[in-house]
């Protein structure tokens, strides 16, 4: 449909090395390889050469930067991670931001919030008190939202407090949107557990491979959702494009 209004829609990429290709591509040193040189503006130029060559390939979305927290040494996806420390993780992500959104290409902050471990990550419950959630595990993403307005943001698979990420409305509205005036769009991880129906009234956009149109359309007859829930996320993935649009102007 959108390609009806002379737009091609918007393809999304890995990783946090990188652009992720079937072919040859650059490997850039790992994010905790980043972060170790204290050096934002190092991570800056990093992101405008990334976005250099994801420009080459026709790519516009960077899933990526990771900003989990290193709490265990064992955890598969610490290289993907910055640091244990939140200000460096913002400050670097932040710079990593600023650089590929200035050469056109958008990023992705992951994965929103306290996924700290690789196995069973699905399914996992990271409990946590509400004051080392804000002081250590949403310190670092509210950094880099603040000081880089990043286009999108990827919640996490795992539940924080018995909850799930993706349908945790004080995360995502209240948090995201509402105290740190977050415009941008919020995706899933790819196939996550939880419903797109709670996750639209939470606050997410996109469910990422695909949605359940089905079920949202029995939710809306049911007066589970309104219209209005549908319009929000979808005026946000249309902004997503526009910027996308703009970017490729320059």
């Known amino acids: 449909m959108l390609e009806d209004f002379g737009s091609r829609g918007v393809e999304t990429f890995d990783g946090p090395a990188g652009v992720r290709l079937a072919e040859a591509a650059t490997a850039w040193p790992c994010a905790v390889a980043i972060a170790s040189s204290w050096d934002p503006d190092l ?3 990093i992101g405008r050469a990334v976005a250099a060559e994801a420009g080459l390939n026709g790519l516009d979305i960077w899933l990526a930067p990771g900003m989990n927290i290193h709490r265990n040494p064992l955890c598969g996806r610490n290289f993907e991670y910055y640091s244990e420390d939140p200000v460096l993780s913002g400050k670097i992500a932040a710079g990593l931001t600023r650089g590929a959104q200035s050469n056109g290409v958008g990023v992705t902050l992951k994965h929103l919030v306290a996924n700290n471990k690789e196995n069973n990550r699905t399914n996992s419950d990271s409990r946590v008190s509400e004051r ?8 670092g993403f509210r950094i880099a939202i603040q000081e880089a307005a990043p286009w999108c943001i990827m919640s996490s698979y795992n539940k924080v407090n018995g909850r799930e990420t993706a349908e945790n409305r004080e995360l995502l509205t209240g948090i995201l949107r509402q105290e740190w005036h977050y415009d941008g ?12 129906t709670l996750e639209i009234k939470a606050g997410s956009d996109v469910k990422m491979p695909n949605g359940q149109p089905d079920g949202l359309l029995a939710a809306l007859h049911a007066g589970e959702l309104t219209r209005t829930d549908l319009e929000r996320g979808a005026k946000r993935v249309l902004e997503l494009v526009l910027k996308r649009e703009a970017a490729g102007t320059q």
């Open 43 to 45: 991570a800056e130029q």
């Open 132 to 139: 080392a959630l804000r002081e250590i595990y949403l310190k």
């Open 185 to 196: 769009l919020v995706m899933t991880d790819w196939g996550n557990n939880s419903l797109q």
